[in-house]
């Protein structure tokens, strides 16, 4: 079918037709040369589309970080039942200036216990009678296996719960619970990471009891005192707490940053109402279910209270987390001054209501009715949220690869028509220029990683952790160059069998990016992933776009033609950036503390190279119709190599930052240790003192040598974790396959006070095998890990676990890690462990090590482990306590 703007072309299509060959030229007769292809777009206009990708950038990352107007108390009277922020400011503000609060500290459990329990009471006492609110503080002592990090046995004595239900006179026995957490790990005043998620519920709690509207079902505020010892608080509410059985659903508040906006990072499992509610309450949406498959990968180090609902108490829920700023989490820094409030306006609008949703839907009085079913969501630049069942998605994902295929199809009979390429030629000629593009994502990823293998040796790494715009002109730049080369040389030098128009030529890259994302979708659908409606955003508007061009343009498009490509494609581009940016803000503070083993430098080049090769898809096949490309593409180049050059010459390169503007602090974790070896008849074999330096990032320890002289003479950790558990390392939880670079210093002996002390206390032989009974005492936080040799089996023990969990391989055998901490009060471990034994057996049945930590307190830290500290500079975050290993041939 031909259109009235194929029609109006027809007579300028006629004058440059060649009768020696299928090829047509569109030319403005003073431009025409016969023997070259006239390329219809100025330089300036592909100028312009980069100026804009700039731009588009800039405005996501403004809208990124928009938050909304905090309410104070002068404000209080025209907001009535609305959350206000300073009250919640004002809480956050009595919270932190306790500073740290470790469980088991009497910060943490009295001193906070009476912050928020007196803020309670002097809620209630205003409440609407119209309520019924009761008030319970819980001790809890228990154990769980923990599949997380290297996994292991959590066992736990007194943990304290703050808990509060709010109900009415129907006497309602179905709840949601709203959990947060008021410990923080040693050091840190805990501003983020959770005192705003407590103080937000506290507000919560103001607003919802002083309202005269009564709710049809209860809700339940957890305040948990201690999740930072891996979670035992919400394990002892779920598991014991008389009002656990009446959970029908769950909010969880949590922080791997300060301040920005609450990310829904997890979802479910199953109960798509949640979801459902979610998406028609909260007035400031951001979530997808991207986030949700990158968390529960498990590349990110990390978890939550979340885990424990779901899998102890059988829950669905929803859990948020601020992520903007994670270089401030668990760190001394993470205090009020970075927890703005329009965060806690943004974060306590959104948790009221999608609480009041959730609480007055019908949904929690029969949620067995509603758990089938998983949901393909995600937000639109924060306005909305776009949800659809799993079967839906299935449906949309099939009717737009059949789109894609029958546009890809129009466009081969346009080039037989137009150009006289066969279908089938067609087909050739996109299957080739499919794998061209592949390869130029290759050669993208392989400079990249070259670049970062550069910088590496160079001793230049990670200068986008403070700047991040480093990350631009490193990888993103070279990714853009890289693509649009291969693809302009391929064009230009592999297409000689064929004379086509330059439109002809950019369809069928274009058709090859459609191709590629095609088939991204249609594995992402057999997959079961929910992250689809990336690829199926892509194919579709790339769909809509082939669709449009026909019946709009015809064959020779005017510049009206630019204008609808960049605004179909920038549609998807603009939603594919918010998404990436959303993943940065989340990924480069993580590189801080991922290790010195995470080779940081280059899987963010690898990372950005790949994300942003496959944003420019459908913007790489425009340098096909311009007309100039040289000073594009060396003004590209030209801006690469400066910047390379500013990077290695000045001290811009440099990736710490200790200013109050751009805080991406170095992270350190020094334990000053006493470290004591015994062999099978209890002589000490070996003994040692020091610091322990923690390598928390690639760049650890060496960067600060000019500053502490003592550091230039760390020795790397190896021999020691071949010849001894753990390395013979007080290592605090079972981190050891991510962080297995470490440095040891020798120094001074450790001031012990309560030490520990391991016990034997009784040994006897069982049916197969041994019985052993042992009980261990020192500071609240201890650590017990054992390997038995080849041959010999843990079959069992006391502590009340489904069975023994073990972790990662030492020398070929299984490692178990017992994590215990107790309350206010000491409370000694006692457990027995039976061996299945070879009757030809002989020896040592199994290595033995204990682990004691001070985190607070007089013990937490000598004279010589301040001043060592504090000659460390002012761009770095040191987090230090005292501990001691000592380990046993048994």
Same mark, same amino acid.
């Given at each position: 079918?031909?259109?009235?703007?194929?029609?109006?072309?027809?007579?300028?299509?006629?004058?440059f +037709?060649?009768?020696?060959?299928?090829?047509?030229?569109?030319?403005?007769?003073?431009?025409?040369?016969?023997?070259k292809?006239?390329?219809?777009?100025?330089?300036?206009? *592909?100028?312009?589309?980069?100026?804009?990708?700039?731009?588009?950038?800039?405005?996501?990352?403004?809208?990124?970080?928009?938050?909304?107007?905090?309410?104070?108390?002068?404000?209080e009277?025209?907001?009535?039942?609305?959350?206000?922020?300073e009250?919640? !400011?004002?809480i956050?503000?009595?919270?932190?200036?306790?500073?740290?609060?470790v469980?088991?500290?009497?910060?943490?459990?009295?001193?906070?216990?009476?912050?928020?329990t007196?803020?309670?009471?002097?809620?209630?006492?205003?409440?609407?009678?119209s309520h019924?609110?009761?008030?319970?503080?819980?001790?809890?002592?228990?154990?769980?296996?923990?599949?997380?990090l290297?996994? @292991?046995?959590?066992?736990?004595?007194?943990?304290?719960?703050?808990?509060?239900?709010?109900?009415?006179?129907?006497?309602?026995?179905h709840?949601?619970?709203?959990?947060c957490?008021?410990?923080?790990?040693m050091d840190s005043?805990?501003?983020?990471?959770d005192?705003?998620?407590? /103080?937000? @519920?506290?507000?919560?709690l103001?607003?919802?009891?002083?309202?005269n509207?009564? #709710?049809r079902?209860?809700?339940?505020?957890?305040?948990?005192?201690?999740?930072?010892?891996?979670?035992?608080?919400?394990?002892?509410?779920?598991?014991q707490?008389?009002?656990?059985?009446?959970?029908? =659903?769950?909010?969880?508040?949590?922080?791997?940053?300060a301040?920005?906006?609450?990310?829904?990072?997890?979802?479910?499992?199953?109960?798509?109402?949640?979801?459902?509610?979610?998406?028609?309450?909260?007035?400031y949406?951001?979530a997808s279910? &991207?986030?949700?498959?990158?968390f529960?990968?498990?590349?990110?180090?990390?978890?939550?209270?979340?885990?424990?609902?779901?899998?102890f108490g059988?829950?669905?829920?929803?859990?948020?987390a601020?992520?903007?700023?994670?270089?401030?989490?668990?760190?001394?820094?993470?205090s009020?001054?970075?927890?703005?409030?329009?965060?806690l306006?943004r974060?306590?609008?959104?948790?009221?209501?999608l609480?009041?949703?959730?609480?007055?839907?019908?949904?929690?009085?029969?949620v067995?009715?509603y758990?089938?079913?998983?949901?393909v *969501?995600?937000?639109?630049?924060?306005?909305?949220?776009?949800?659809?069942?799993?079967?839906?998605?299935?449906?949309?994902?099939v009717?737009?690869?059949?789109?894609?295929?029958?546009?890809?199809?129009?466009?081969?009979?346009?080039?037989?028509?137009y150009?006289?390429?066969t279908?089938?030629s067609?087909?050739?000629?996109?299957?080739?220029?499919?794998?061209?593009i592949?390869?130029?994502w %290759?050669?993208?990823?392989?400079?990249?990683?070259?670049?970062? /293998?550069? &910088?590496v040796?160079?001793?230049?790494?990670?200068?986008?952790?403070?700047?991040?715009?480093?990350?631009?002109?490193?990888?993103?730049?070279?990714?853009?160059?890289?693509?649009?080369i291969?693809?302009?040389?391929?064009?230009?030098?592999f297409?000689?069998?064929?004379?086509? +128009?330059?439109?002809?030529?950019?369809?069928l890259? !274009?058709? /090859?990016?459609?191709?590629?994302w $095609?088939m991204v979708?249609?594995?992402?659908?057999?997959?079961?992933?929910?992250?689809?409606?990336?690829?199926?955003?892509?194919?579709?508007? =790339?769909?809509?776009?082939?669709? #449009?061009?026909?019946?709009?343009?015809?064959?020779?498009?005017?510049?009206?033609?630019?204008l609808m490509?960049v605004?179909?494609?920038?549609?998807?581009?603009?939603?594919?950036?918010?998404?990436?940016?959303?993943?940065?803000?989340?990924?480069?503070p993580?590189?801080?503390?991922?290790?010195?083993?995470?080779?940081?430098?280059?899987?963010?080049?690898?990372?950005?190279?790949f994300? *942003?090769?496959?944003?420019?898809?459908?913007?790489?096949?425009?340098i096909?119709?311009?007309?100039?490309?040289?000073?594009?593409?060396? +003004?590209?180049?030209?801006?690469? %190599?400066?910047? %390379?050059?500013?990077?290695?010459?000045?001290p811009?390169?440099?990736?710490?930052?200790?200013g109050?503007?751009?805080?991406?602090?170095?992270?350190?974790m020094?334990?000053? /240790?006493?470290?004591?070896?015994?062999?099978?008849?209890?002589?000490?074999?070996?003994?040692?003192?020091?610091?322990?330096?923690?390598?928390?990032?690639i760049?650890?320890?060496? $960067?600060?040598?000019?500053?502490?002289?003592?550091?230039k003479?760390?020795?790397?950790?190896e021999?020691?974790?071949?010849?001894?558990?753990?390395?013979g390392?007080?290592?605090?939880?079972?981190?050891?396959?991510?962080?297995?670079?470490?440095?040891?210093?020798?120094?001074?002996?450790?001031?012990?006070?309560? $030490?520990?002390?391991?016990?034997l206390?009784e040994?006897?032989?069982?049916?197969g095998?041994?019985?052993?009974?042992?009980?261990?005492?020192?500071?609240?936080?201890?650590?017990?890990m @054992?390997?038995?040799?080849?041959?010999?089996e843990?079959?069992?023990? +006391?502590?009340p676990?489904?069975?023994?969990?073990?972790?990662?391989?030492?020398?070929?055998?299984?490692?178990?890690?017992?994590?215990?901490? !107790?309350?206010?009060?000491?409370?000694?471990l006692?457990f027995?462990?039976?061996f299945r034994?070879?009757?030809?057996?002989?020896?040592?049945?199994?290595?033995?090590?204990?682990?004691?930590h001070?985190?607070?307190?007089?013990?937490?830290?000598?004279?010589? &482990?301040?001043?060592?500290?504090?000659?460390f500079?002012?761009?770095?975050?040191v $987090?230090?306590?005292?501990?001691?290993?000592?380990?046993?041939?048994?």
């Amino acid at each position: 079918m031909v259109n009235r703007g194929y029609r109006k072309m027809g007579s300028l299509r006629n004058r440059f +037709s060649s009768e020696t060959s299928h090829y047509r030229k569109y030319s403005n007769g003073k431009d025409y040369d016969p023997s070259k292809t006239h390329k219809p777009m100025p330089s300036s206009y *592909f100028v312009g589309i980069l100026s804009l990708m700039l731009l588009t950038f800039s405005l996501v990352i403004i809208i990124e970080k928009r938050l909304p107007k905090a309410w104070t108390r002068d404000e209080e009277l025209q907001h009535p039942e609305s959350f206000i922020a300073e009250r919640a !400011y004002d809480i956050l503000k009595h919270l932190t200036i306790i500073g740290p609060r470790v469980a088991g500290s009497y910060e943490n459990e009295v001193l906070a216990v009476k912050v928020i329990t007196s803020e309670i009471e002097g809620i209630l006492q205003q409440a609407h009678p119209s309520h019924v609110v009761e008030v319970d503080i819980q001790k809890a002592s228990g154990a769980f296996n923990l599949a997380f990090l290297d996994g @292991m046995t959590n066992v736990y004595r007194d943990v304290q719960n703050i808990v509060v239900k709010v109900g009415s006179r129907i006497n309602s026995s179905h709840s949601l619970l709203i959990n947060c957490h008021f410990d923080t790990v040693m050091d840190s005043p805990g501003a983020s990471d959770d005192g705003a998620g407590c /103080a937000v @519920m506290l507000e919560i709690l103001r607003v919802l009891v002083h309202s005269n509207k009564i #709710l049809r079902h209860n809700i339940i505020f957890l305040f948990n005192g201690g999740e930072e010892n891996f979670m035992p608080a919400s394990h002892g509410f779920i598991t014991q707490h008389k009002w656990a059985k009446e959970v029908r =659903a769950f909010i969880n508040l949590e922080a791997c940053g300060a301040g920005g906006r609450e990310v829904l990072f997890q979802a479910g499992p199953n109960h798509p109402w949640i979801l459902e509610t979610y998406s028609e309450e909260v007035p400031y949406p951001y979530a997808s279910s &991207l986030a949700q498959e990158i968390f529960q990968s498990g590349v990110i180090p990390g978890d939550t209270d979340y885990r424990i609902f779901r899998d102890f108490g059988n829950v669905s829920g929803l859990d948020f987390a601020w992520s903007a700023n994670g270089y401030v989490y668990h760190t001394k820094f993470d205090s009020i001054q970075h927890v703005p409030l329009g965060s806690l306006q943004r974060t306590g609008d959104n948790i009221l209501a999608l609480a009041k949703g959730m609480a007055q839907g019908h949904q929690l009085s029969n949620v067995e009715h509603y758990r089938p079913g998983n949901l393909v *969501f995600f937000d639109i630049l924060g306005a909305f949220v776009i949800r659809w069942q799993m079967p839906l998605a299935d449906l949309i994902n099939v009717l737009t690869v059949i789109a894609s295929f029958y546009c890809i199809f129009a466009d081969s009979k346009e080039a037989k028509k137009y150009d006289g390429i066969t279908g089938a030629s067609y087909t050739i000629k996109i299957s080739g220029c499919v794998g061209v593009i592949l390869l130029s994502w %290759l050669m993208c990823l392989m400079f990249a990683v070259g670049t970062a /293998a550069s &910088l590496v040796g160079l001793g230049r790494t990670m200068s986008w952790y403070a700047r991040p715009y480093w990350a631009l002109f490193l990888y993103v730049i070279p990714t853009l160059v890289i693509s649009l080369i291969t693809i302009f040389v391929h064009a230009k030098y592999f297409n000689k069998d064929l004379i086509l +128009s330059p439109w002809t030529v950019f369809q069928l890259y !274009y058709d /090859a990016y459609q191709v590629i994302w $095609t088939m991204v979708l249609i594995i992402g659908t057999l997959l079961r992933y929910r992250s689809s409606f990336i690829p199926l955003t892509w194919v579709f508007f =790339a769909s809509l776009g082939n669709f #449009l061009k026909s019946k709009l343009f015809g064959r020779w498009r005017s510049p009206k033609w630019y204008l609808m490509h960049v605004f179909l494609i920038g549609l998807p581009f603009v939603q594919d950036f918010y998404l990436v940016i959303g993943a940065l803000y989340l990924f480069i503070p993580i590189m801080g503390r991922a290790g010195a083993g995470s080779h940081a430098e280059y899987l963010i080049a690898a990372m950005i190279s790949f994300l *942003f090769a496959k944003m420019f898809s459908f913007a790489v096949p425009l340098i096909l119709l311009v007309r100039k490309v040289d000073k594009i593409f060396k +003004s590209l180049i030209a801006v690469f %190599l400066m910047s %390379l050059a500013v990077l290695l010459l000045t001290p811009l390169g440099f990736p710490y930052s200790g200013g109050p503007n751009v805080l991406a602090p170095q992270r350190f974790m020094i334990a000053h /240790a006493q470290r004591i070896f015994h062999d099978q008849s209890g002589v000490i074999t070996n003994t040692s003192n020091g610091y322990w330096i923690v390598d928390m990032d690639i760049n650890s320890p060496h $960067t600060v040598d000019h500053h502490v002289d003592l550091m230039k003479t760390a020795i790397p950790v190896e021999q020691d974790c071949v010849d001894y558990l753990y390395c013979g390392l007080p290592y605090l939880v079972p981190v050891l396959t991510m962080i297995w670079k470490t440095h040891w210093l020798p120094g001074p002996q450790p001031v012990l006070l309560n $030490t520990v002390n391991m016990t034997l206390i009784e040994r006897r032989t069982i049916s197969g095998g041994e019985r052993l009974s042992f009980e261990v005492s020192g500071p609240t936080h201890l650590g017990v890990m @054992m390997s038995p040799v080849p041959g010999v089996e843990i079959r069992g023990w +006391s502590i009340p676990t489904p069975e023994p969990l073990a972790g990662p391989l030492w020398n070929g055998r299984n490692t178990y890690f017992i994590y215990y901490a !107790y309350g206010l009060e000491p409370v000694p471990l006692r457990f027995w462990i039976d061996f299945r034994i070879p009757s030809s057996h002989s020896g040592p049945i199994m290595d033995m090590a204990v682990t004691s930590h001070y985190l607070f307190g007089e013990g937490k830290a000598s004279q010589d &482990l301040k001043n060592f500290v504090n000659e460390f500079p002012d761009w770095t975050a040191v $987090t230090y306590w005292t501990a001691t290993y000592e380990s046993w041939k048994i």
